[in-house]
């Protein structure tokens, strides 16, 4: 019994310690340095786990902290074009972003290979073709309202009401 209690108290020490971890995550105060391909950059923890399924996500979500290869000033290295990783976070953050050919190209690459589909909608590459629907409505009515913004002309459409009933 004794050494039972020793061993569920071990486990609970360490999933208070994650839980800890997680909400300093959920809090997105925590300034990240990265080194990608020799360009350096700071933002929060919150931007890099924005989109969780991701490569980024993945790496920064503080289970694998430990793992990470870091430079000689202790930022995290990632070894992939840093230009096109500006735009990435760019997108991460938010903003907008105008890229010429080629580099839209890059920065293609860089989303596909991080796992960034947002990148390619943002760009009107994805599988959408760039364009969001939204639809609304309450669920004992019909959809009240259907709408598509389209991400290349940066406008939203209002299209025919969905007959159909929400279930």
Same mark, same amino acid.
């Given at each position: 019994?004794v050494?039972?209690?020793?061993?569920? $108290? +071990?486990q609970l020490a360490?999933?208070?310690?994650?839980?800890?971890?997680m909400?300093r995550?959920?809090?997105?105060?925590e300034v990240i340095e990265?080194?990608v391909?020799?360009?350096?950059?700071t933002t929060?923890?919150?931007?890099?786990? +924005?989109?969780?399924? +991701?490569?980024l996500g993945v790496? !920064?979500?503080g289970?694998?902290?430990?793992g990470?290869?870091?430079?000689?000033?202790?930022?995290? !290295?990632?070894?992939?074009?840093?230009? $096109?990783?500006?735009?990435?976070l $760019?997108?991460?953050r938010r903003e907008s972003?105008?890229p010429? $050919?080629?580099?839209?190209?890059?920065?293609?690459?860089?989303?596909?290979?991080l796992g960034?589909?947002?990148?390619?909608e943002?760009l009107?590459k994805g599988?959408?073709?760039?364009?969001?629907?939204?639809v609304?409505?309450l669920p004992q +009515?019909?959809?009240?309202?259907c709408?598509m !913004?389209?991400a290349?002309?940066k406008?939203?459409?209002?299209?025919p009401?969905?007959?159909?009933?929400r279930?």
């Amino acid at each position: 019994v004794v050494a039972a209690r020793a061993h569920l $108290a +071990s486990q609970l020490a360490q999933v208070e310690a994650e839980r800890a971890m997680m909400q300093r995550m959920v809090d997105g105060g925590e300034v990240i340095e990265l080194n990608v391909g020799g360009h350096l950059y700071t933002t929060q923890r919150a931007t890099l786990t +924005s989109q969780p399924q +991701s490569v980024l996500g993945v790496m !920064f979500s503080g289970r694998w902290e430990d793992g990470l290869t870091r430079d000689s000033a202790g930022r995290v !290295f990632i070894d992939r074009d840093g230009e $096109a990783f500006g735009a990435v976070l $760019a997108v991460l953050r938010r903003e907008s972003i105008q890229p010429t $050919a080629d580099m839209e190209r890059r920065v293609l690459e860089l989303a596909d290979f991080l796992g960034l589909q947002c990148v390619a909608e943002v760009l009107g590459k994805g599988p959408g073709g760039g364009k969001l629907y939204a639809v609304g409505g309450l669920p004992q +009515s019909h959809m009240a309202r259907c709408e598509m !913004f389209d991400a290349t002309t940066k406008i939203w459409t209002t299209l025919p009401d969905m007959p159909t009933p929400r279930r």
